[in-house]
């Protein structure tokens, strides 16, 4: 009997369990065996870690958020950090132990649902071990040129478009600026189409370098026409024109006295409030946005990259990651898949119409 192992990597997307229930329930069908790799591939180190699934086994796991197989983006295989018996950490290869164990158990393909990273280091064990490999991408930040989509993100971007929503009313109230950093380290897709949805009156991304006097004129100018208030949404990796790296949490930046600045959201509402005089107040989504149940959607997109992965390894076509091309699945080499950066088009229709219902991007256009 054929049997294959799944593994979840990287930060958790809602739609991960979709993507399991379908691997088992369409793997099972074809009288394989599956197993679930927990923590990545810690599964595979130790195979007191992979969880035999059924399809009982995860009748009911579709529209929870998470993994249930747990997640992790702490450590590479290749690279692992560990601590010795004297308390030092060292940094040992523990690709060959996962290459052993994957063989003796008789594994003939591992299914790794991951973003960038994952899917790099499974193409790394196709290359260098010869692992049969098949990758699923996974971000919710939907930012990876190969696929037009990645499951999790319409479930962030309803998250955040409801947080907005809500914030309309209390900025309102209060006559205030409200800012509001979502996530997106190297793209603005989260912040542009939640912004869009959610009526924000400013949208900073980082493809468009922002001048925060643009910003503020747009509030000002709001005054004018009687509105008194402002929602402004920035992602995480927006940057001000001249800033030389992100403020993001990830990136960020010490302060003169060596001090954890907050995010870029912080940072443009301080200066808001100093350039305004505008009562402004500054949130986080940060990782709501990658929790709860994922929307309709992101289950059936999550539902059909399984399918399609459970039918490229049939087709043995490893060292491969399953990608929508609408309207269909295509299968993309994973050299490829990990290498393109998808980015917001700063021309795009979306773009253009959000300037027209008179949104700004702190550009001059
Ligand atoms: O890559 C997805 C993402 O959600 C980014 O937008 C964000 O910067 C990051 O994950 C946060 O990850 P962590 O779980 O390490 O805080």
Known sequence: MKKIVISTGGGDAPGLNAVIYAVTKSAYQRGWEIYGSKSGYRGLLDPDEL??????????????????LGSTNKGNPFAMPVENL??????????????????????FCHIAVGGDGSLEIAHRFAQEKGMP?????KTIDNDL????????????????????DKLHSTAKSHD?????????RDSGWIALNAGISG??????????????????QKINDNELRDKHYAIVVVAEGAKAR??????????????????????????VAEHIRKLTGKDTRSLTLGHLQRGGSPTTFDRLLALRFGGAAVRMAELELFDHMVALKTPDMAAVPLAEA???????????????????????????N
């Open 86 to 107: 004297a308390g030092e950490i060292q940094t040992l290869d523990l690709s060959d132990r996962i290459m052993r164990n994957f063989r003796r158990l008789g594994f």
């Open 145 to 164: 040129e190969a696929t037009q989509r990645t499951f999790g993100f319409d479930t962030a971007v309803s998250t955040a478009t409801e947080a907005l």
């Open 338 to 364: 990990v290498k393109g950066r998808k980015k917001v088009e700063v021309n795009s229709d979306k773009l253009l119409t959000a300037r027209e219902i008179g949104i700004c991007f702190g550009d001059n």
């Open 51 to 68: 969880i035999r699934l059924t399809p009982e086994k995860v009748e009911d796991i579709m529209p929870l958020g998470g993994t249930i």
């Open 133 to 137: 490999v098949i990758g699923v991408p």
């Open 176 to 184: 205030r600026v409200m800012v509001v950093e979502v996530m997106g």
């Open 199 to 216: 009526g924000a009156d400013v949208i900073l991304i980082p493809e468009i370098p922002f001048d925060i006097e643009l910003v503020c």
């Open 242 to 267: 001249g800033m030389k790296k992100a403020v993001c949490k990830k990136n960020c930046e010490l302060g003169r006295d060596g001090e954890l600045l907050g995010g870029i959201g912080e940072w």
